[in-house]
């Protein structure tokens, strides 16, 4: 395992302490809205699916883009935690390009980046990724999608979430129909502020499911 590599998981662990305390009395058990998968869910196997999205086995160095980490914790309606959810993450690379053979856009395709990855949440309902900040993509002519992360839970019992998450700040969100659609409550628990945590640039997203039985 490369020392960077060993030094993120190590720091995973931390991270997820510090995430249960400052979390501990401010959970919201609104469902979280649900938004477009959107025409690039990934439709090809990948052979590396982890949660560090920054290192692609088999590739030669890490992918362009500013590292982030977005961690968070999968609840229910009653602000239960949520163990054992699959929560995948897909996004473009720091082009603005989806590795999804329908995607238009004439971008470069960042060959390091791994544009897709799975967690599973652990007793505490947690998850944690680190990634780099999308860049942004023309939809229309007219029309360019913010920096966004798509996500997608799943567990049985759940009803399934697919939504995207969006980084507080970017001028793009203004104008975004997708994300302008959402009441302003709605936008709230999708546009993530990140900050500096021991030097690392960290954003929360709790993701709240309907439980079914
Ligand atoms: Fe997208």
């Known amino acids: 395992m490369k020392e960077s ?9 931390l991270a997820g302490t ?3 305390v ?36 088999g590739a030669p160095k890490k992918a362009k883009g500013k590292v982030v980490y977005v961690k968070g914790r999968v609840l229910d309606q009653n602000c239960e935690p949520v163990k054992g959810a699959l929560v995948e993450i897909w996004q473009a690379c720091e082009s603005g390009k989806y590795n999804h053979p329908n ?4 971008a470069k395709l960042d060959p390091n980046f791994q544009y897709w990855g799975k967690a599973i949440t652990n007793n505490k309902g947690q998850y ?14 007219s029309w360019l ?14 009803e399934e979430l697919v939504t995207q998450m969006y980084f507080k700040g970017e001028s793009l969100n203004q104008n975004d129909k997708i994300l302008q659609s959402l009441s302003d409550l709605e936008k709230k ?25």
């Open 5 to 13: 590599r060993r030094k993120f998981f190590k720091s995973s662990i």
């Open 189 to 213: 628990n999708v546009i993530v502020n990140f900050k500096k945590v021991n030097n690392k640039l960290t954003g929360k997203f709790d993701i709240t499911i309907n439980k079914i039985f």
């Open 103 to 106: 995607d238009p856009n004439p």
């Open 22 to 57: 400052a979390n501990s009395t401010s959970a919201s058990c609104i469902i979280t809205p649900a938004q477009t998968e959107g025409p690039f869910y990934p439709i090809d196997d990948q052979l590396d699916t982890d949660t560090d999205l920054v290192f692609r086995k």
């Open 18 to 20: 510090s995430l249960l």
């Open 145 to 158: 999608r913010p920096p966004h992360i798509h996500f997608k839970v799943s567990i049985r019992g759940y």
């Open 128 to 141: 944690l990724f680190r990634t780099i900040i999308p860049g942004s993509y023309p939809a229309t002519t």
